[in-house]
């Protein structure tokens, strides 16, 4: 079964870090680009990160740039965001997703999400 | 504020046709291609159209989408219960290097 599982969620205080994993199994995971999305509560989905095949690209929201870094362990089927001086603004439902691929952004596949809170 | 732009609302009758319109710039929906997403209440997203009108496996024909200039537009026709869903446009963005997202259509079965 194609699917991605994250986690790494959970509360943390402003300024904190965390480090989110999606382990993905079922697919030949380097041959696709992979994003994190994310989702406040009550609130639509926003993009947050890009890595390309080999993990040599990243890109970033403009929000995020600086504090949040996207990688992948080819070897291990794992794409990761670490999580840096985090703010309340960041709590949210964080999902990986894979891009189909012959395309760099249409996400065809979704892990469950895991629920990143900031708060003291 | 979202730089694509979606209704906040639809909605419709069973059976009925229905589109969500989804609005954006030269610099999105203009130059690269439109996807669709829906989202059933407290599930993950799922991906409906990809570049501008076409379906993935298992997306049923009853979804449909297309784009024109900096415009894209999401139809269903044969409107059923389960449609009723949020349902989000997204495209990359050539000068914010990223993908952006409408803000979402939340789509009613009356």
């Known amino acids: 079964e194609v699917q991605l599982v994250e986690s790494g969620g959970g509360l943390v205080q402003p300024g904190g870090s965390l480090r989110l994993s999606c382990a993905a199994s079922g697919f030949t995971f380097s041959s696709h680009w992979m994003h994190w999305v994310r989702q406040a509560p009550g609130k639509g989905l926003v993009w947050v990160s890009r890595?390309?095949?080999?993990?040599?690209?990243?890109y970033y929201a403009d929000s995020v740039k600086g504090r949040l870094t996207i990688s992948r362990d080819n070897a291990k089927n794992t794409l990761y965001l670490q999580m840096n001086s985090l703010r309340a603004e960041d709590t949210a439902v964080y999902y990986c997703?894979?891009?189909?691929?012959?395309?760099?952004?249409?996400?065809?596949?979704w892990g469950q999400g895991t629920m990143v809170t900031v708060s003291s | 504020q979202s730089v694509v732009t979606q209704p906040p609302s639809a909605s419709g009758t069973p059976g009925q046709r229905v589109t969500i319109s989804c609005s954006g710039s030269?610099?999105?929906?203009?130059?690269?291609?439109v996807n669709w997403y829906q989202q059933l209440p407290g599930t993950a997203p799922k991906l409906l159209i990809y570049d501008n009108s076409q379906r993935p496996s298992g997306v049923p024909d009853r979804f449909s989408g297309s784009k024109s200039g900096t415009s894209a537009s999401l139809a269903i026709s044969g409107l059923q219960s389960e449609d009723e869903a949020d349902y989000y446009c997204a495209a990359w963005h050539d000068s914010l290097n990223g993908v952006v997202f409408g803000g979402g259509t939340k789509l009613t079965v009356l």
């Open positions: 890595i390309n095949i080999d993990g040599s690209t990243t």
């Open positions: 030269s610099s999105n929906i203009g130059s690269n291609s």
């Open positions: 997703a894979r891009a189909v691929v012959t395309t760099r952004n249409a996400l065809d596949i």
